[in-house]
């Protein structure tokens, strides 16, 4: 399996690690939206969300949360997002799951998605498709 972010964690790719414990290391994006955009990667590959095992995702987010902190604040940013993109449409480029940390400035870019509208009843319509999922994979999906 060829994976830069592992590739990284095993010390065979140079990054610059900003936070490392045994779940998680975080390093500065290649290709960075601002400066200081950091990536939080589990140390165990998984190809996405909805792969990696809970108690790991939680070992992460609590990782996450701590680094965008730091990032914010030694950036001097106005804000930041947390993304994850997740399959090729989404803008998934390296397929071991990561939280993307991007500060934000004040004016700096602006994201401008095309919202969509509901046509009369079609809300409904779509939150019952969810629903139907979500009732038959419960049990199996969710604890």
Known sequence: ????????????ADAEILFEDENVIAF??????????????????????????K???SKLMQATQFIAGAVKRSMNADGFNVVSNNGSSAGQSVYHFHFHIIPRFNKDFSLKP?????SSGAMKDYANQVRTFISKY??????
Request: charged share 25%; aromatic share 16%.
């Open 114 to 118: 095309s919202f969509k509208t509901y």
């Open 28 to 53: 500065l994006d290649i290709q960075p939206i601002n400066y200081g955009h950091t990536l939080v990667v589990p140390k165990n590959h998984y190809d996405n969300f909805l792969t990696i095992p």
């Open 138 to 143: 419960r049990d199996i999906y969710y604890e």
């Open 1 to 12: 399996m060829d994976c830069i972010f592992c590739e990284i964690k095993n010390r065979k």
């Open 55 to 57: 108690d790991e995702l």
